[in-house]
């Protein structure tokens, strides 16, 4: 079985001295770190999520920005500096960029696209993408979207793997269906898509709490229809013509899409200070944005609340 490693560097859940580091102090922490967990999980891990959502939730498509994190703050070559720390100390470990609203819905997944393939311009030794892939129902990519951009992805010589895949069941059984077989029929349909992950097992276990329903099992860990489908297509199985639901939706979806859109525009201009879906909004130390866009902040513990 193959194992994956997450996350090397995070702007989240440091220590205070982490954080208040002088810029020194902290490039040489953020060094030590990567070689000794490496050396540590020599041989046993086969990829790693070497930086984690560094990209700020505001970028529009054009070009990127990252996030003002004490991390770029203080050592704004930080992704770089990880990267190629991470390829010294384990040459044969796959290293990867991992992400959230990075699976085609939002500006920001352009955003994301556009930083990942300036690394590999540069030669920064990276070797692939993680979508996080945290959709709803209601709100979620085409088959066509997602397709489309890990094929992209394939492009660039870069390896794609949805990395924390889970579907708010928002009222719609059949949206959350049609979430994850899209998902799963696009990775299959790209060489390039070689791993999919489910964040969490059971609707008990889920970050996003059990009242979502978001997940394959159910609170007593009983596989539901979903699980079902999506072992049916990796059997070669059509997933319940899923595909073929998604093209007769497909014009609904575009108009949902042009929808959504226009409010993400307004959403931007009217709260332009306010965090994204999905992004943190409250936490012990936290000092970004306490407003969402789009949902509510959500207390999930004390050191981390998010927009959902």
């Not at 959350?176 to 990775?187: D, E, F, G, P, V």
């Not at 008990?204 to 979903?226: M, T, V």
Request: charged share 15%; net charge neutral; aromatic share 10%.
């Amino acid at each position: 079985m193959a194992f994956r490693g997450h996350c090397l560097i995070w702007h989240s859940y440091q220590p205070s001295w982490f954080e208040n580091a002088d810029a020194n102090t902290l490039r040489n922490a953020i060094v030590d770190h990567i070689t000794k967990t490496l050396q540590h999980y020599s041989g046993k891990i086969d990829a790693w999520d070497v930086v984690n959502e560094a990209i700020d939730d505001n970028s529009n498509g054009n070009g990127w920005r990252m996030r003002n994190s004490f991390l770029y703050q203080k050592v704004p070559n930080f992704v770089d500096l990880a990267f190629q720390t991470a390829r010294k100390v384990s040459p044969n470990t796959k290293l990867f960029y991992n992400d959230y609203n990075a699976e085609g819905q939002y500006p920001k997944s352009e955003s994301i696209y556009n930083f990942v393939a300036d690394l590999k311009k540069r030669g920064i030794p990276i070797d692939g993408v993680g979508l996080q892939y945290h959709v709803g129902s209601q709100s979620q990519p085409t088959y066509d979207k997602i397709n489309s951009l890990i094929g992209r992805y394939c492009n660039l010589g870069l390896e794609v793997h949805i990395t924390e895949l889970d579907v708010k069941l928002q009222g719609n059984q059949n949206g959350q269906t049609q979430a994850y077989t899209n998902a799963l029929k696009a990775c299959l349909a790209n060489s390039c898509c070689k791993a999919f992950l489910v964040w969490g097992v059971g609707d008990n276990d889920s970050w996003l709490g059990a009242n979502e329903q978001a997940l394959l099992f159910d609170g007593n860990y009983q596989p539901k229809s979903i699980y079902t489908t999506l072992l049916n297509i990796l059997k070669g199985g059509n997933g319940n013509n899923a595909t073929g639901n998604n093209n007769n939706n497909n014009n609904n979806n575009n108009n949902n899409n042009n929808n959504n859109n226009n409010n993400n525009n307004n959403n931007n201009n009217n709260n332009g200070s306010c965090a994204a879906q999905w992004a943190q909004c409250g936490g012990i130390n936290f000092n970004g944005p306490k407003c969402c866009q789009s949902g509510t902040c959500k207390f999930l513990n004390e050191w981390y609340s998010q927009c959902q």
